[in-house]
């Protein structure tokens, strides 16, 4: 069965430097997504992409935060100046255009900023 | 703005017996779909079940179903003859039908445990 995958699984990083999250969605899938869990504490959207540009963004999705298809396979989000409150899980979700309300998870990064 | 309310931080159910885990929401909307995702302990997000806004009736996935009530913004998980791989956290959502807007509002979660 076909399955986002995301890499790395843990990503340390000292704060202020840049990281990059990558994710290979389901390869027929159009629309993807990244995801914010802060431990212990709600999943929050950070973002949806949709034909090589970005659809919605959250609040939490600022200036530092930028996401990129580099090619026909991943999916990637960028964080320029890492932070200690960046410290989460980062879950990359892809979706069909048949049905592009349930959305397929990878199984996260969790990034660490000392 | 839509909201999700999950006002049972932590459940405990005996192996094998019927558990119900609430939700509630708020929203304007009247085409909208709603979703419960377990985590288990790897984090990873699962899909359980889905249910769509203009359906009135109930969605079920072999032992896990939903009680669904528009009215009353309430949007229930009954998980019968629970089992042990069923300990995780279980997290309701919430997504606009609206064309363009395709993200989950998620809310806080309850924390699952299946005792032997």
């Known amino acids: ?114 | 703005a839509q909201t999700v309310t999950q006002s049972q931080p932590e459940m405990s159910v005996q192996e094998a017996e019927t558990v119900t885990l609430s939700c509630t929401y708020d929203t304007s909307e009247n085409n909208y779909y709603l979703f419960w995702y377990k985590q288990p302990p790897s984090r990873q997000m699962i899909l359980v079940i889905r249910q769509e806004a203009y359906k009135q009736q109930n969605a079920t996935e072999n032992r896990f179903s939903v009680n669904f009530q528009k009215a009353a913004k309430s949007f229930s998980l009954k998980i019968s003859d629970s089992q042990l791989g069923d300990t995780a956290m279980y997290f309701c959502a919430f997504m606009r039908g609206t064309s363009g807007t395709y993200k989950y509002i998620f809310g806080t979660g309850t924390r699952l445990k299946v005792l032997a």
């Open chain 1, 1 to 114: 069965e076909p399955e986002v995958t995301q890499t790395p699984s843990h990503q340390v990083t000292q704060m202020g430097q840049e990281v990059i999250l990558r994710c290979v969605p389901i390869s027929n899938h159009l629309y993807f997504y990244w995801y914010r869990q802060i431990l212990g504490q709600k999943v929050e959207f950070l973002v949806s992409f949709y034909n090589n540009e970005i659809s919605e963004k959250s609040e939490i999705f600022d200036d530092q935060f930028s996401v990129e298809r580099p090619d026909g396979s991943n999916f990637t989000l960028k964080i320029r100046s890492t932070k200690l409150e960046d410290s989460a899980m980062y879950f990359c979700a892809s979706s069909r255009r048949e049905a592009i309300n349930e959305q397929f998870f990878g199984p996260g990064t969790r990034l660490t900023v000392l």
